[in-house]
């Protein structure tokens, strides 16, 4: 779930999120009278696919449960989004963590013991695919020493009548979630590919069309400067509407093959050989070149959003107007270098030098009076985007 801005006062932050409306998972399943297995692996594939994400960015949820689950929307086919990130953390793959935190009937028996990494995520979603196919609780005991031992000894059962109906790949993709040898237990990546998505689900359906339309677009994107780049995700963060993203993420999921979140170099390839490329793999690496501004080596959804995003619509005078007032912070009607540095380059993210910024302003200061109006900042966006 997206977080567009934070304020603070001398007793609260106040944080500003995406709105979603369509509720919780929590209720979701509260209110079922039947559990099916497709349902469970529409949901959980969109999970594994953010936890994926997550992880591969070295961050871990450490309370992932059905509350902390959300729909985008009331509408039928509404995206889910993870939510409350208060108690996710770094993590290095060279130290285990220690800190006890989470709920106690999501809670992985290595976090118990204070020695974890990534993978306690995965237990919890072990227990979220369990109650997804049965309605029930793996682990639930009113005695938590007794719950302490049900959890630390991975004590649990498909002995109820709802579990024959389910598929032995159901029963095995839990298993090797609820795996308390960490060493044995499914990561994320391996989570998201395993055979019962497709069993369920079926092969995904490739839109080659969309992707192939939406590749073009990827190798047309040029950001020559840090500022063109800082003020594309700006603008992409405040002002792209929820219509428009959701044309853009069907776009992004059409060439996401893999459902991880990102876009790697190899799916790239797949794209432009498809499109009968002469050289598939220098056209994937340019594309990255251009795309990949954080240089992870693939494309995530915010790169993708700032590539493709329709540039003529993103300039229209209301949402430059917009732009500029959010950029005025004291309402004087003008911007200073201070200004400009403080909004696209916060806490001097990107190896700008601060002088830069003066040199913006000198240039595009038509009147000389060291300072931007709104139609001297419109100019400028209209000459370096």
Same mark, same amino acid.
């Given at each position: 779930? +997206?977080?567009?801005?934070?304020?603070?006062?001398?007793?609260?932050?106040?944080?500003?999120?995406?709105?979603?409306?369509?509720?919780?998972?929590?209720?979701?399943?509260?209110?079922?009278?039947?559990?099916?297995?497709?349902?469970?692996?529409?949901?959980? *594939?969109?999970?594994?696919? #953010?936890?994926?994400?997550?992880?591969?960015?070295?961050?871990?949820?450490?309370?992932?449960?059905?509350?902390?689950?959300?729909? !985008?929307? *009331?509408?039928?086919?509404?995206?889910? +989004?993870?939510?409350?990130?208060?108690?996710?953390?770094?993590?290095?793959?060279?130290?285990?963590?220690?800190?006890?935190?989470?709920? %106690?009937?999501?809670?992985?028996?290595?976090?118990?013991?204070?020695?974890?990494?990534?993978?306690?995520? $995965?237990?919890?979603?072990?227990?979220?695919?369990?109650?997804?196919?049965?309605?029930?609780?793996?682990?639930?005991?009113?005695?938590?020493?007794?719950?302490?031992?049900?959890?630390?000894?991975?004590? =649990?059962?498909?002995?109820?009548?709802?579990?024959?109906?389910?598929?032995?790949?159901?029963?095995?993709? &839990?298993?090797?979630?609820?795996?308390?040898?960490?060493?044995?237990?499914?990561? #994320?990546?391996?989570?998201?590919?395993?055979?019962?998505?497709?069993?369920?689900?079926?092969?995904?359906?490739?839109?080659?069309?969309?992707?192939?339309?939406?590749?073009?677009?990827?190798?047309?994107?040029?950001?020559?400067?840090?500022?063109?780049?800082?003020?594309?995700?700006? $603008?992409?963060? =405040?002002? &792209?509407?929820?219509?428009?993203?959701?044309?853009?993420?069907?776009?992004? *999921?059409?060439?996401? %093959?893999?459902? !991880?979140?990102?876009?790697?170099?190899?799916?790239? %390839?797949?794209?432009?050989?498809?499109?009968?490329?002469?050289?598939?793999?220098?056209?994937?690496?340019?594309?990255?070149?251009?795309? !990949? @501004?954080?240089?992870?080596?693939?494309? @995530?959804?915010?790169?993708?959003?700032?590539?493709?995003?329709?540039?003529?619509?993103?300039?229209?005078?209301?949402?430059? +107007?917009?732009?500029?007032?959010?950029?005025?912070?004291?309402?004087?009607?003008?911007?200073?270098? !201070?200004? $400009?540095?403080?909004?696209? @380059?916060?806490?001097?993210?990107?190896?700008?030098?601060?002088?830069?910024?003066?040199?913006?302003?000198?240039?595009?200061?038509?009147?000389?009076?060291?300072?931007?109006?709104?139609?001297?900042?419109?100019?400028?966006?209209?000459? %370096?985007?």
């Amino acid at each position: 779930m +997206k977080v567009y801005d934070f304020f603070q006062d001398d007793e609260c932050f106040y944080i500003v999120s995406e709105y979603c409306n369509g509720g919780e998972l929590f209720d979701k399943i509260s209110n079922m009278t039947h559990f099916s297995e497709k349902f469970a692996a529409e949901t959980m *594939k969109q999970i594994f696919s #953010a936890i994926s994400y997550c992880h591969h960015h070295n961050i871990v949820h450490r309370d992932l449960k059905p509350e902390n689950i959300l729909y !985008d929307s *009331k509408h039928s086919g509404a995206s889910l +989004k993870v939510a409350d990130f208060g108690t996710s953390t770094l993590f290095s793959s060279e130290a285990f963590l220690q800190e006890r935190t989470g709920t %106690i009937y999501y809670i992985a028996p290595e976090v118990l013991k204070k020695n974890y990494n990534e993978k306690c995520d $995965l237990w919890s979603c072990g227990v979220i695919l369990y109650i997804l196919l049965s309605g029930q609780s793996p682990f639930d005991d009113d005695d938590d020493h007794i719950l302490f031992s049900r959890i630390l000894n991975a004590k =649990y059962d498909f002995n109820g009548s709802e579990w024959k109906s389910i598929s032995p790949e159901a029963k095995r993709l &839990v298993k090797k979630l609820l795996q308390p040898d960490i060493s044995k237990r499914y990561n #994320a990546l391996q989570a998201l590919n395993d055979p019962w998505f497709k069993l369920v689900l079926g092969e995904p359906t490739l839109d080659e069309p969309l992707a192939i339309s939406t590749l073009n677009n990827l190798k047309k994107f040029r950001a020559n400067t840090k500022l063109q780049h800082a003020i594309w995700m700006f $603008l992409v963060s =405040y002002f &792209v509407t929820s219509e428009e993203k959701k044309h853009l993420l069907k776009s992004f *999921k059409s060439l996401d %093959i893999f459902g !991880d979140g990102q876009i790697s170099k190899k799916e790239l %390839i797949k794209w432009c050989q498809l499109m009968k490329s002469s050289d598939p793999e220098n056209e994937a690496e340019n594309i990255l070149k251009n795309v !990949d @501004n954080n240089k992870s080596g693939s494309i @995530n959804y915010t790169e993708f959003l700032i590539a493709t995003i329709d540039r003529e619509n993103l300039l229209k005078r209301d949402r430059l +107007k917009s732009t500029f007032q959010l950029l005025d912070k004291n309402g004087d009607g003008f911007l200073t270098a !201070d200004k $400009l540095e403080e909004m696209f @380059n916060p806490g001097k993210q990107r190896d700008i030098d601060s002088e830069f910024w003066n040199e913006i302003i000198r240039e595009f200061d038509q009147s000389g009076d060291g300072m931007l109006s709104f139609h001297e900042f419109k100019d400028m966006m209209d000459k %370096i985007i």
